[in-house]
């Protein structure tokens, strides 16, 4: 039987290489969402970084340490640049896979500078950090 079509049961929950591969695509994740949530106006700019930074924080116990900007808290900072656009492409993402299922994809809306503890690890489309430099 195909993985993918295998019930739970049988996926051998205990052994991590059993699990089927997923499409990548974290490197767009937030280029998609800004430009098909908030550029169509179904997400409005809170929603967005509710949605993308301060809710998974929450759902992974790391709030209010992480997603948010406050006393106390050590947020990362995306500076985002709304006004960018950029065509997703495999030839031009940072991740270990030769293909994007968003290939060719035309968004606007993209991160221009990321901050990690106060730390510059993203300018432009350059990362500047070092081993784990993103890590928690």
Known sequence: MPLLLRRPEDTRKDDFTN???GGPGIENRLQLIYH???NSG???LNRFVETVSTAP???FGLYPKKGEIAPGSDADIVIWDPHATHTISAG???MRVDYSMF???EVRGNARTVLSRGEVIVDGCKFLGGPGAATI
């Open 57 to 59: 924080a929450r759902i």
């Open 42 to 44: 179904k997400l409005s």
């Open 92 to 94: 031009t993402h940072h």
């Open 36 to 38: 098909y949530g908030v």
């Open 103 to 105: 290939e060719g994809f």
């Open 19 to 21: 699990i089927p591969n």
